[in-house]
């Protein structure tokens, strides 16, 4: 695997030189936007902290980040993996239609925001801490899965979660008794059958960081979905 050091390239070099390379390893990358969009079929390793727009339009491959990212990673992601050993910023996830993302510990506002799923492809991502607000806002389809694994005093969602939503499920590893969801979803204890659908994310997220999936899925978990198909007019009509 080559190593680049990107120390002194700016974003439109670094990316330059990523598609005239194959799979390879960044080094000192600190900012750089846009790194991997498009990318298909190679693996990169990142040792820093990427820029906005880290795997956007992600079409297949892998992305592994040692370190924090910032905002719209996996921005209309299509196919592939993002994994980061660190937090991630705000809108991840952005209109994602395919592939996951697997975040060790927090994710900013608006986590998930528009993800959906298309035909075969369910977009997946599994956060380990927590989220801020609006996580799931406008949510279409996919998993959202967050783990709450921080304990720092926090609540496992900011404000307004899964507002707008009218698909796809979040789970949230917790009873939720604090938490205010808005009249168009549905929040309630996972069952067997709930957990069994994110079973081998949440083996796959503690494979990659070294965490207990045994301890972590006999905890309890909210499953919260959609129970309007027009849940704008509840929003914004009066009736």
């Given at each position: 695997?080559?190593?680049?050091?990107?120390?002194?390239?700016?974003?439109?070099?670094?990316?330059a030189i990523?598609?005239?390379?194959?799979?390879?390893?960044?080094?000192?990358?600190?900012?750089?936007?846009?790194?991997?969009?498009?990318?298909?079929?190679?693996?990169?390793?990142?040792?820093?902290?990427?820029?906005?727009?880290?795997?956007?339009?992600?079409?297949?491959?892998?992305?592994?980040?040692?370190?924090?990212?910032?905002?719209a990673v996996?921005?209309?992601?299509?196919?592939?993996?993002?994994?980061?050993?660190?937090?991630?910023?705000?809108?991840?996830?952005?209109?994602?239609?395919?592939?996951?993302?697997?975040?060790?510990?927090?994710?900013?506002?608006?986590?998930?925001?528009?993800?959906?799923?298309?035909?075969?492809?369910?977009?997946?991502?599994?956060?380990?801490?927590?989220?801020?607000?609006f996580l799931?806002?406008?949510?279409?389809?996919?998993?959202?899965?967050?783990?709450?694994?921080?304990?720092?005093?926090?609540?496992?969602?900011?404000?307004?979660?899964?507002?707008?939503?009218?698909?796809?499920?979040?789970?949230?590893?917790?009873?939720?008794?604090?938490?205010?969801?808005?009249?168009?979803?549905?929040?309630?204890?996972?069952?067997?059958?709930?957990?069994?659908?994110?079973?081998?994310?949440?083996?796959?997220?503690?494979?990659?960081?070294?965490?207990?999936?045994?301890?972590?899925?006999?905890?309890?978990?909210?499953?919260?979905?959609?129970?309007?198909?027009?849940?704008?007019?509840?929003?914004?009509?009066?009736?």
């Amino acid at each position: 695997m080559k190593t680049i050091d990107a120390k002194n390239l700016e974003f439109s070099e670094l990316n330059a030189i990523i598609r005239d390379t194959g799979d390879c390893e960044i080094r000192g990358c600190l900012g750089q936007r846009f790194i991997a969009a498009g990318m298909g079929h190679r693996e990169i390793k990142i040792y820093g902290t990427p820029g906005n727009a880290l795997g956007a339009y992600l079409n297949g491959g892998g992305i592994e980040v040692f370190g924090n990212t910032q905002d719209a990673v996996g921005d209309t992601m299509n196919a592939g993996r993002i994994v980061v050993h660190g937090s991630i910023g705000d809108a991840a996830g952005y209109a994602m239609r395919g592939g996951e993302i697997y975040v060790r510990d927090n994710a900013g506002y608006r986590a998930g925001i528009h993800m959906k799923a298309y035909r075969d492809k369910v977009p997946v991502m599994v956060i380990g801490g927590r989220t801020g607000s609006f996580l799931g806002e406008y949510q279409a389809g996919g998993l959202i899965i967050v783990l709450g694994l921080n304990e720092d005093g926090h609540p496992i969602v900011g404000n307004f979660p899964s507002t707008g939503m009218h698909g796809g499920k979040l789970f949230l590893r917790s009873d939720c008794s604090e938490i205010s969801f808005p009249k168009q979803v549905t929040a309630r204890p996972a069952s067997p059958e709930d957990l069994a659908e994110i079973k081998k994310y949440v083996e796959e997220y503690c494979r990659l960081f070294g965490k207990n999936a045994d301890e972590l899925m006999n905890s309890d978990f909210t499953v919260i979905t959609p129970d309007s198909k027009n849940p704008y007019k509840q929003m914004y009509v009066q009736n």
